[in-house]
Nanobody
Framework: QVQLVESGGGLVQPGGSLRLSCAAS????????MAWYRQAPEKQRDLVAQ???????NYADSVKGRFTISRDNAKNTVSLQMNSLKPEDTGVYYC?????????????WGQGTQVTVSS
């Protein structure tokens, strides 16, 4: 069983920065692709950034150039550095771990951390 715990959310003014972290336990972290998703009120949960087990990265267009995802396999953590935050970045941010085995995908989610961008 994989456990994911997010931290680092909070209230920040537009233009500010936050760093989210996700700590994983109960698994071989290196085998998993890790991602951050965002869910705004009354909207679907959308991919923000993903980093594969080999280090390939992709971002949602809305955060390119502002957000940076990284992983530390020695510490079993994945982080999301968020700069130049905008009110539309507000939402609950979820960490996801995905394992692919025998053609099947296994997804595990954290409980989420709230990010509010407001003046």
């Amino acid at each position: 069983q994989v456990q994911l715990v997010e931290s680092g959310g909070g209230l920040v003014q537009p233009g500010g920065s936050l760093r989210l972290s996700c700590a994983a336990s109960g698994t071989i972290f290196n085998d998993y692709a890790m991602a951050w998703y965002r869910q705004a009120p009354e909207k679907q949960r959308d991919l923000v950034a993903q980093i594969t087990s080999s280090g390939s990265i992709n971002y949602a267009d809305s955060v390119k150039g502002r957000f940076t995802i990284s992983r530390d396999n020695a510490k079993n953590t994945v982080s999301l550095q968020m700069n130049s935050l905008k009110p539309e970045d507000t939402g609950v941010y979820y960490c996801k771990a995905q394992l692919r085995r025998n053609g099947l995908f296994f997804d595990y989610w954290g409980q989420g951390t709230q990010v509010t961008v407001s003046s």
